[in-house]
């Protein structure tokens, strides 16, 4: 399906902002969420060069960009180092911008480019010129952009993340029904990712999309973790391994320690990797912090790459063999865990709250009412009124047995369905 270029309109701003600032504009978001389809929308609407860059010595990165912008430069004589490619930017005679897309393929090449850019951004960028760099790695451009000790820190007027899309845009690109469990059974294979929306097909449902995307011969997403795990610097086959036990339940670093037979202190610079690049996520119980719980879980952030693990790793050799029915159980659960994060996603501060006996799949500051908790109980499917009311007074009964019950006396206890895909 090519789709058309919606939604954005915030980052479209942020843009339009810092072109009228002139300086530098950094921004950065994972493999495939849109940054070059976003840059390349605006700079052909405003004005302006693009370029993305190369992996590739030095003078072929060099030639790349020239060759990409000489048409709006008013030079022929293509520079030989990066000093004189920033000479040229600043002998133009009208204010420009430029994007630098794939910015660390550059820095990968030549350590020193940091360091040639922070004297020209310093001595000599043209006011009311815009320079943007933008990168798909997250632990490499916070390496370049906010760690204090680079170059580059501080020199960033903003520093912007373009994020994976939401539900409501999904479905506005895609032409489907937001109210429909089964558009989100679909938004859950894919994210909010915009190049997988590609694959959703008119008419399709969760189980043909599941197949296109991951498990026809030689699908798209096969070697997709691997990809986004080399984007982020993280190699090396436990990376993979820490993630397929995620992904089959072990969520305690003491359990994905003893699921790859290692001690727990030899994955604590891993983890730290996998969390740095956004590819894992940590949980505290609700009110709880680092210093204060040792209860800690880690789960796959990306819809996509959670599918990946938690469903087609562990079932690709017997998908196949598997009826209709036993298919769109797989798909339901996961999504159920994608709805339960798009739920939690609408209330600030909201997290999971667990003891040893039970779990609440939402606690929140209440906006409805200052110093009152919001407590939740979430299900992936359409609740009738009775059901609502016993969940309802099941999840009362369980929240006076809660260690939260005596320091949050005031609660509103709610029981969100998938009714709640539309607010």
Not at 38 to 54: F, P
Not at 353 to 367: G, H, Q, R, T
Request: aromatic share 10%; hydrophobic share 40%.
């Amino acid at each position: 399906m090519n789709l058309d270029f919606v939604n954005r309109v915030k980052e479209q701003e942020e843009l339009a902002a810092a072109a009228r600032k002139g300086g530098l504009l950094v921004i950065f978001g994972r493999r495939r969420v849109g940054k070059s389809r976003l840059l390349r929308q605006w700079l052909a609407v405003n004005g302006g060069m693009y370029s993305q860059a190369i992996e590739g010595p030095q003078d072929m990165q060099i030639k790349q960009v020239f060759e990409d912008i000489k048409g709006q430069l008013g030079t022929q004589i293509m520079p030989k180092t990066w000093p004189e490619m920033f000479e040229v930017l600043s002998l133009q005679k009208k204010p420009w911008v430029l994007c630098l897309d794939e910015f660390p393929y550059l820095t990968a090449t030549d350590g020193s480019l940091p360091s040639q850019l922070q004297r020209w951004i310093d001595q000599a960028l043209p006011k009311g010129c815009l320079l943007i760099l933008a990168g798909s790695s997250t632990r490499m451009m916070n390496d370049l952009f906010l760690n204090r000790s680079a170059p580059l820190y501080g020199r960033a007027h903003k520093l912007l993340q373009v994020k994976p899309m939401d539900y409501e845009a999904f479905c506005q690109a895609c032409g489907l029904k937001a109210a429909a469990m089964a558009s989100f059974d679909q938004f859950s294979l894919v994210g909010g990712i915009p190049k997988y929306w590609e694959f959703v097909e008119k008419g399709a449902d969760a189980i043909a999309l599941a197949e296109a995307l991951y498990f026809d011969f030689a699908p798209y997403m096969e070697q997709e973790p691997q990809r986004i795990l080399r984007d982020e610097g993280v190699i090396g086959a436990n990376a993979v391994s820490v993630l397929e036990a995620v992904g089959r339940g072990a969520e305690r670093p003491s359990e994905i320690a003893m699921r790859l037979g290692t001690a727990q202190t030899n994955l604590s610079r891993l983890l730290q990797q996998l969390l740095d690049a956004s590819v894992l996520e940590r949980e505290l119980p609700y009110g709880e912090s680092v210093r204060t719980t040792k209860k800690i879980l880690y789960r796959i952030a990306d819809p996509t790459m959670r599918f990946w693990f938690r469903v087609y790793s562990p079932h690709r050799s017997r998908w196949m063999t598997y009826t209709e029915e036993e298919k769109q159980k797989l798909i339901h659960d996961h999504a159920s865990t994608v709805f339960e994060d798009m739920c939690r996603a609408r209330y600030p501060g909201a997290s999971r709250y667990w003891e040893k006996n039970f779990e609440l799949d939402l606690v929140a500051p209440d906006p409805e009412h200052e110093r009152h908790l919001l407590v939740a109980e979430v299900k992936w499917h359409k609740l009738s009124a009775s059901e609502r009311r016993q969940i309802q007074s099941q999840l009362e009964n369980k929240w006076q047995r809660c260690a939260l019950a005596t320091k949050y006396p005031k609660v509103r206890v709610e029981v969100f369905d998938a009714s709640a895909l539309v607010t």
